[in-house]
């Protein structure tokens, strides 16, 4: 029986359906939902990690402080590509265990985590040493809540075997 | 040809209208937790929400996650006794948590009166007004409940006989809702549904489907849910999809009469994937793929054969069942569910699941059988075509999507 289209009614629904399943394929393919809908969270990855919409802000407003003039295209792209190039470094660092072995790399580290934590504290409460402190201490307790810490020596064995 | 185009931008409209909604990202639902232990009037929380979500608070100064939800959390929780407000005892704190979540620890001192605690939640709800929020609560050391807070119920009153049966009936009540809720909010499984309905035309086929995907998505849900099966949670949302495009397949084969040609079509397609998985090692495992081929190939097969296929129904809508039961208790045990509370979470859950679900039928029945008796539809099999297409390219869409991780 021919459709209204010219093709018998069969073809008219497998045309549908090649239709339907191509367009589905494509759209899975070219993920329209970010830039349609306007979910812009992410905006690189590099190596499956996702250079965040708040950090590439962050970037840009510093920026455009330290340029002292709103940022054009050709900046975008440069703070861009330099969060981009910033997160292959610290993916290589990562992968080569400089966290672990350089211990230049881990005492920056360890400074940058503590300033960052006490700073955060400042932001929320104010400029207070005590509830500074009291945050860090929190914080380190429950690192250690949530951690699996085995002593294979009593600490007291350790102790005399330092002496 | 002119109308040919037209049909194509149908599809597409109906399609677009589909994947750019919210909803499209079925899973990816605005939802935060807390758990809260109340002892002596002292009540303190770990209040967790996804980073993603603490987003949506962004604000012009760049202030960093764990900040921007501290800030939006001091003014956005409040407990009180007696209606008077409890004081902080401690400054609220961002605490250490898993990749991609950020949590922050609170406390309140209600003095020393006797009366029932009152919390009030309204965390993300002026920015999105779908949000719920599951608050475990703990009350002396007993087990903890569970407490829904949406944009409508924003505050709930802790009272001290948490163990008792109202509260067990006020659990599986919350969780009716949270199944309501689940299920239409979910619009895969409202297009599976959709899907399976469009072909059937007789009261008892209908029975045999519901009865058979209620059995099936039942013992997955429990099995998961306690925990004695756990799924691949990527594999399953990807099989979710899979499911919803293979019926719509299936009701193209059956209009057409064309099984033997679509099967080793989409059987063809299916070994693509094993394929790109052995050589690339990316989507779906060649294993999962080499299953769902199998299933294809039985299942389209089969449909050719009226008889049989009828004879099937019900074990096809249980297998069916199973795959979306590992989705909904996905969705349960999101929620962090307290271990007192598992029982009536299911049972309110699945019976929320059961009464969406029956709604859901219900209204496409009938709307399928006035367009089938409607005089203004001359061309209902365009409709089923239509539908059966874009259903089709939805189902893919998410099978494509989340087996490549790219939805």
Known sequence: MKS????????????????????GILVAASDPYVSVSGDTTVVAWVN?????????????????????????AKDRTLVLDRLIEEELLVQKAVNDGALRNNLSVRQRTLQTILDSIQSDAVATNGSNTESSDKALEGYIEQLRINATIEWLSPPSIVKQARQ | ?????????????????????????????????????????????????????????????????DTLLVSHLISAISVSQ????????????????????????????????????????????????????????????????????????????????????????DSI???????????????????????????????????????????????????????????????????????????????????????????????????????????????????????????????????????LSANLRLLTSVIFGLIHGFGFASA???TGLASAQLLPALLGFNLGIELGQIVIIAVVWVLLQQMRQSRFITDTRLVIDLVSAALCGLGLYWFIGRSYGII
């Open chain 1, 4 to 23: 209204t289209l010219g093709l018998t009614t069969n073809q008219r629904s497998l045309t549908l359906l090649i239709c339907g399943s191509i367009l």
């Open chain 1, 48 to 72: 499956d990690t996702a250079i965040g919409k708040a950090q590439y802000s962050q970037a840009l407003a510093l920026y455009s402080q330290e340029k002292r003039s709103p940022a054009n």
């Open chain 2, 1 to 65: 040809m002119v109308k040919l185009i037209q049909l194509t931008v149908a599809i597409l409209l109906t399609f677009s209208v589909i994947t750019t909604s919210s909803q499209a990202h079925a899973h990816n639902r605005s939802q935060s937790f807390s758990d809260w232990e109340i002892t002596d009037n002292i009540a303190t929380a770990v209040f967790t929400a996804k980073s993603r979500e603490v987003t949506r608070l962004q604000s012009q100064t760049n202030q960093s996650l």
């Open chain 2, 82 to 169: 007696d209606n008077l407000p409890c004081s902080s005892t401690e400054v609220a704190r961002p605490i250490p948590s898993a990749l991609g979540y950020v949590r922050v620890r609170l406390a309140f001192d209600c003095g020393a009166s006797l009366g029932d605690i009152s919390i009030s939640i309204n965390s993300f709800f002026n920015v999105a007004s779908s949000h719920v929020h599951y608050a475990n609560m703990s009350l002396n050391g007993e087990p903890s409940y569970q407490y829904l807070f949406t944009n409508k119920q924003r505050q709930h009153e802790i009272t001290n006989q948490l163990a008792t049966s109202s509260h067990w009936f």
């Open chain 2, 173 to 307: 009540t919350q969780f009716v809702l949270i199944g309501i809720e689940h299920i239409f909010g979910g619009i895969d499984h409202i297009a599976f549904l959709l899907a399976l309905l469009l072909l059937l035309r007789s009261l008892k086929a209908l029975v045999w489907m519901v009865t058979g995907f209620t059995l099936g998505h039942s013992i997955t849900l429990a099995l998961a849910t306690l925990g004695w099966v756990i799924p691949d949670l990527d594999i399953v949302e990807a099989a979710i999809g899979f499911t919803i495009a293979l019926v719509a397949v299936q009701n193209i084969a059956v209009l057409t009469g064309k099984h033997r040609q679509i099967t080793y079509f989409s059987v063809a397609g299916l070994l693509l994937i094993v394929l790109i998985n052995l050589i690339w090692n990316i989507g779906l495992s060649a294993l999962s793929g080499l299953g769902l081929a199998l299933f294809t190939l039985a299942y389209l097969w089969n449909s050719a054969d009226e008889y």
């Open chain 2, 332 to 334: 349960l045990t999101e």
